[in-house]
């Protein structure tokens, strides 16, 4: 989701930086950005080890949740990459089934998804909260893949973190990532990289004419 429907991943990155630095945080920016693709306890923890032990991590918790949900919350259809829906909606003229399976928590997911319009087009969605391992274990896929009652060969998983696309690998699911250079994440292990939605929506077409 983040990333993949809206380009989130910016403003993530830079609110979560402002707080490090708040929290008193002297190091390389570049550290905070192992946070992409992690479960929210999972960020929470690498903020608190990068912190060396100093804000506790309830503190953080609580500085995050109101940094985000009060102080510069996201309003996701102006973020939401360009055509996404109309992406969405022609994957579902081609009789795919459609999942979210997102590091957010799942009444983030619900909530943006119904804010940028595309929420009824999802047969499925569900956050790395409430799987036994999160990102890059690959519970969340392999979920996703018994919930929509289709063969491993059938899916693709479509991600732009390092964690995402090992976690799509180790389900033994074909990985599309979607560019993204911004943020060093290494994208190399992915079986496909695609420059949009857009772009994946012509591979998909292109694929099933072959089958």
Same mark, same amino acid.
Do not use: N, P, T
């Given at each position: 989701m983040d990333g993949i429907l809206y380009d989130s991943e910016y403003f993530y990155m830079k609110g979560t930086i402002e707080q490090m630095k708040r929290h008193g945080y002297k190091g390389p920016e570049e550290k905070v950005y192992a946070i992409l693709g992690t479960s929210m306890d999972d960020t929470y923890q690498i903020m608190y080890d990068l912190l060396e032990g100093t804000v506790p991590l309830e503190t953080i918790r609580e500085t995050n949740e109101r940094y985000f949900n009060v102080e510069h919350p996201l309003h996701f259809k102006e973020i939401m990459f360009p055509g996404v829906r109309e992406e969405l909606v022609k994957m579902k003229?081609? /009789?795919l089934k459609l999942a979210v399976c997102s590091s957010s928590p799942l009444p983030l997911i619900r909530s943006s998804l119904k804010e940028m319009g595309v929420d009824e087009l999802f047969d499925f969605m569900e956050s790395g909260d409430n799987v036994s391992h999160p990102k890059p274990a690959p519970d969340i896929y392999l979920l996703a893949q018994q919930e929509l009652g289709i063969d491993k060969s059938e899916c693709i998983v479509y991600e732009d973190s390092t964690l995402g696309i090992?976690?799509?690998?180790?389900? /033994?699911?074909?990985t599309v990532a979607r560019e993204d250079k911004r943020f060093f994440q290494d994208q190399s292990h992915a079986d496909l990289t695609v420059k949009d939605i857009q772009s994946l929506t012509g591979w998909i077409r292109k694929e099933n004419s072959h089958a």
């Open positions: 003229e081609m /009789g090992e976690a799509g690998q180790r389900a /033994g699911i074909f």
